[in-house]
Structure formats: C-alpha cells, structure tokens
C-alpha cells in the first residue's frame, strides 16, 4: 500500500490512465529550406490554436467566464506579432528547424519572467510552458493523451495536472487523480476538491510505479492507494464507496439545518481554513463560520515579510466572504514543524518547546504589529475575532493584548477605522493555560481549545514519532480531564469555549464534548455536516451523562471500548 | 498620440488583463504601443507587454502612432479599458 497526501476525500476504483510528461528534446539542425520550416511552424501553430479554441470554449462551459478568459489569452499568445516573428528570423538568420527556434524565443521570454521579483508574474512562465510545449508537440507530431476524450472511466495518474488539463478533462470519465506531487493547497488539490473527485497528491513516483492499464483503488479520505489489489481488497473498497456515497447524500440533507440538540441546545459549527481558496468549501458545507484562520500560509506562501497591506486585503476578503458570520483569525503561529526561512531562526533541539508563535511575535513586535494593524483595520468588514496561539502565562497574554493596544493608538493616529468591540480569545494548547484557564479567562472573550498540541503537551509525545504513536490519544483521561476543567473555567466567568483540533471533528468524540457543554466546533470544512447531523440526533441531555461516565473511567481503552459499544459501527470514510 | 495610465489590477497586467487589452488594440488600425520604465513594446504582443511585469499602482503610456485615423479612438477606448480594471476591481 503506498501513502499520499489526502487532498480530497472520496473512493476511486478503476483502471490508470497514465499520462507521462513528455520530455521534448529538442535539437538544433542546420536547414536549407527556411521556407519548409516556417509552414511547420505556422502549421503547428494553427493547430495549436484550434486546439486551444476547444479547451476556451469546454472551460467557458466547465469553469465559467474568468478562467475561461485566461484561455483567450493563451490564444493571443499563439497570435502574437512578436513571438512569430522572432522565431521566423531565427529560421531565416540562423538557417535551423522551427522547434529549435521556438523554444529558443520562448525560453527568452521564460527567462524575462523568472528574473522579475514578482512572485505572480515568476507563475506566468508555467502558462507560456503550457502553451509553448502544445506548439512544440504539434510541430513534431507527438501525440498526447486528450484528456477531453476520454473513452472508459479512469483513474489518472499523472506527475501533476496543468489548468488546461483541469479545463479540458472530461470530468465525468475520470474517477480520480493520482500525482507524483503537490500539497494540499496546490492546483491539482484545489481542482479535485471543487470538483468533489478523489485523490491523492504528492505520491512521489507514483507514475514510475504504476503502469498504463493497472487496475487501482483508492481512498481520497486517507491517501491509502493500493495497485493491482487483490478481489477481496476489491470487494472492500467497492464496499467503502457505496458506503460513502451513501453518508454524502444522506449529509446533503443537512445542509440549510441549525446546528442543534433534539432537546434545544444550540451549538456553533465552523471550519477551519488556511487560504482564501478555501471559502469556497466552507460555504458549500454550510459553515457557520471560520473557527480558524491559519494566516502563516500568508507568511509561508512568500520569500518575505507579507506588508500590512497584503495582509489587510486578505483578511477582508475572508470577512467580507463569510458576511456577518464569526471569522475567528488566529495570529502567526510559526515554528515548530512549521519553518519560515526567512525568519532566519536557528536548529533547535526541541522544536515544539522552543521558539514559536507568540513567544517569536512578543520578541519580533514589530512584525506582530504589522499583522494587529491589518486584522484590526479589516475588523470594520464583518465580524472579526482575533486569537493568540501558544498562551502559556498570563503575562504572555496581557503582553500581547497590551501591543494590540499600541496597535490600536498607532491606527487612532492615523485616522484608520477598526471595530470597537472585537472579541479577543487564546488557544489552549499548553496544559500551563489549561491549568490557569480560571486565571486566564478573566482576560478574554474566548477559548479555543487545540487537541493537536495538547495532547503532544500533556502527555509528552512527539506527534510526528511513529513509534510512540500509541501513546498519543485524544481518549487520554488527563485530556479529557483538561478539556473539561476549560470549559468549566470559561463558564464560569461567562466566556465562550470552541475547539479547532481534529478531535472536534471526530464522531466518536463530538458527543463527549457537546456533554461537557463545548460552545462551538471547529473543523475541516468536509468534516462540518457529518458533525451537523451528529449534533442533531444526540441529545445534550444524554450526552452531558455520557461525558460524565467518559471522565470516570480510568484508561483511554476503556474509554474507547466504552464508545465502541455506544456506537458500534465502524464508519471512518468521510472523515478526512 | 500619448496618454499615462496607472494599472489598479490587484496582480498588475497579468496574463488576463493583458489578453484582454491586446485583443482590443487589434480592432484598431493604429500601432499601439506600452511605454513602462523607459521600456517601449508592441501592444499586440502579449509576450512582450507581460514581459513588462507592470505591477498595480504603476503607471505606463499607452502610445499611438496614427496610421489609420482612428488613434484618438483608440487611445480614448484603452485607457478606458486600462482605468476600468478589466472588471477586475
């Protein structure tokens, strides 16, 4: 079995159409007959452009009016005076082929556009390469898979997706993507999971390993992708889809419905995002709002600082999207597994404990401010919450609340507007916070309670170490213990309680938080009406008696036998 | 002819954009021409007007040279087509 990044979830069964990336090698030879060379030329460029016509007009019908522009574009540039004409005088003037002379004139342009210090303009040389490699192909004759075209259903296995691949592939013949890289915010991961078909990315060599032909299933939800699988692995995963299908349409049902107990108590449900790109499948899962924003993809996506101003426009888009609902933004929280280069910060031993999040902004204060002036200036767009990571004394706390302060004074100064009532909240990810969590919550407006770290914190185990993996349950009673002495200090001085680790998404886990009198969920946006329909059918009461039975029990596997035998199917497919 | 614009695209005359701009100077008979930074290209080739890489907030000259008799046109419907954003805004 071979494990991929789990870009989007779903079970794909079928044969691989494997779509190799034709290496052109492209050589220089000496010619006579310039005039031949410029027909092949011309030639392979109408082609090209009557190609290009098709891909304009399925992605105007598949992907609407913007992307579809982008194509007209791509068509401009097979028209354009200058590149045709350059090539042609490199015929003439050096007596060589026409492919030669191409790619030596667009590898002059790609040269322009990788210097630039732009980092989207540095992009743009990939849309030349998508259309510079058509015309290459065309004038050598090289055929390729046409992916809008297709003949049986497919599972493609690819070293990654180029946009007009996306824009042109008969969506409704392939069952999934399988590739060799990319992460879960590139391209090919964003496409699959606006078109809700499965895949797994970042496979490494997964077009060297597969042949054309191979039968292959896999498991979007978990990266799992198993070649030429036997028939009773067959069987399962036919199982598995059927299955899943099934839970996606009965979840529709939920989209539109509140978030609450059958005995009346109202729960939030919110998504977890890192980008903008995200919005669309939070809205589409019917979120009531971001219980999360990770802004370090901000920070990680550039080769510096992100200006006040980029950051602004940023989190006024998410605002603006999400209208009046709750957008809660947490601020940087870089280090531990999480590396910024340009922060130039020293190896450590220890990671995790070092030098991270709030301690690197209460050092750096000018950075952190630069990020408070943005959040506060888009606060005047919606409903803006703002959260520090990594609180482990209250000192840390009132220092950061104190340069939000000075942030504020600096925007007073310059005349700029922010919200006057913005609710100011920590994680609670560090057992030192849980433990103060009395002290703590007379400070601020909320909690959010992150399980990733807390249970790596609490019971000391490195969450990347897979030989102590067993160690690290979110049953852990000194977990749930923690958990619930959180909730209860936060009541009790009558603030809010959410939580965005992956615990809040877990099914097993939503109606022993609900009992302990959790506020709001917050979750991977796929996750959020699976938990809707969860919340739904189980009543507080019952769960607030569940809860208590889970806290009396002495040992993560009792907890878990004990759950197994509340719930005793076994469905794990939607989870991702 | 010569008007200065400023480009207000948030990701400066990117490939859309630019598209769009050369797909409208080729209604005219006019030469048209981009002037950025001392650069001056064709405005009909796409390649080489992102090759300019004019950022939001730059200003660049649209040039018309009158070979038809249409440049004021011209000139009038690009900048127009410049200062709107592209519908971008």
């Known amino acids: ?576 | 002819m010569e008007k200065v614009v400023v480009i207000k695209n948030e990701k400066g005359f990117h490939i859309r954009p630019v598209g769009e701009f050369v797909k409208k100077a080729n209604e005219f008979k006019s030469k048209v021409y981009i002037e950025c930074k001392g650069r001056r290209v064709n405005a009909r080739s796409v390649m080489a007007l992102m090759s300019l890489g004019v950022k939001k907030d730059s200003e660049i000259s649209i040039i018309v040279e009158d070979e038809g008799t249409d440049a004021a046109d011209a000139l009038k419907v690009l900048s127009e087509l410049i200062e709107s954003g592209f519908g971008e805004l």
């Open chain 1, 1 to 576: 079995m071979l494990k991929g990044t789990n870009a989007s979830p779903g079970i794909a069964i079928g044969k691989a159409l494997l779509v190799e990336n034709i290496e052109f090698h492209i050589e220089r030879f000496s010619i006579e007959d310039t005039e031949l060379e410029e027909k092949k030329l011309l030639a392979g460029i109408e082609k090209s452009r009557n190609e290009l016509r098709v891909v304009r007009d399925k992605a105007l019908i598949n992907l609407g009016e913007d992307k579809a522009k982008i194509f007209d574009a791509h068509l401009l540039i097979l028209e354009d005076p200058e590149l045709i004409d350059a090539t042609i005088n490199v015929i003439k003037d050096e007596k060589v082929n026409s492919e030669y002379a191409f790619s030596q004139v667009i590898d002059m342009f790609v040269q322009i556009f990788e210097t630039m210090d732009d980092e989207y303009m540095r992009e743009r040389s990939a849309d030349i390469k998508d259309v510079s490699d058509r015309v290459l192909r065309n004038i050598l004759g090289i055929k390729y898979v046409d992916l809008s075209y297709l003949e049986d259903t497919v599972i493609l296995v690819v070293h990654d997706l180029t946009p007009s691949d996306t824009a042109t592939m008969d969506k409704l013949k392939v069952a999934g993507f399988l590739t060799d890289i990319g992460g879960r915010t590139s391209h090919t991961t964003i496409m699959a999971r606006s078109l809700e078909i499965p895949a797994v990315v970042g496979l490494k060599d997964i077009t060297v390993k597969v042949c054309d032909g191979d039968f292959i299933v896999f498991n979007g939800a978990t990266g799992e992708v198993i070649i030429n699988p036997d028939d009773e692995t067959i069987e399962y995963y036919e199982k598995l889809k059927e299955e899943y299908l099934r839970q996606k349409n009965e979840l529709k049902l939920y989209i539109g419905r509140e978030t609450v107990t059958p005995d009346g108590k109202h729960i939030e449900l919110a998504g977890n995002i890192g980008t903008i790109n995200d919005i669309e499948g939070l809205l589409k899962n019917d979120s009531q709002g971001v219980g999360l924003y990770r802004t370090e993809f901000l920070y990680m996506e550039k080769d510096n600082y992100p200006t006040e101003e980029e950051q602004f426009e940023a989190y006024k888009k998410v605002v603006i999207a999400l209208g009046q609902k709750p957008v809660v933004i947490r601020t940087l929280d870089i280090g531990g597994d999480k590396e910024l280069p340009y922060l130039n910060l020293e190896k450590e031993m220890n990671p995790f404990l070092g030098y991270r999040a709030i301690r690197i902004c209460l050092d750096r204060k000018d950075m952190f401010k630069t990020q408070l002036r943005a959040l506060l200036r888009a606060s005047v767009y919606g409903n803006l919450k703002i959260m520090f990571p990594m609180i482990s004394s209250l000192h840390e706390l009132l220092e950061a609340k104190e340069l939000l302060e000075e942030a504020k004074r600096e925007l007073d100064t310059a005349q700029t507007l922010y919200s006057s009532n913005i609710e100011i909240g920590i994680m609670i990810e560090v057992p030192a916070a849980a433990i103060i969590s009395d002290i703590l919550a007379k400070h601020v407006d909320f909690f959010s309670i992150g399980t990733n770290d807390l249970i790596q914190y609490t019971c000391a185990v490195d969450r990347m170490n897979e030989k102590i993996n067993r160690l690290y349950n979110q049953f852990n009673p000194a977990v749930l213990r923690l958990i619930k002495l959180v909730i209860d200090n936060a009541h009790r001085e009558g603030k809010w309680v959410g939580m965005c680790g992956e615990a809040a998404g877990d099914k097993r886990m939503i109606p022993i938080l609900l009992g302990m009198g959790l506020d709001e969920f917050s979750m991977s946006p796929i996750s959020i009406l699976n938990a809707r329909k969860i919340i739904c059918s189980t009543k507080y009461e019952e769960a607030k008696i569940i809860a208590q039975k889970v806290l009396k029990l002495e040992t993560d596997g009792e907890i878990e036998k004990y759950l197994k035998e509340l719930y005793p199917s076994q469905e794990v497919v939607i989870k991702n």
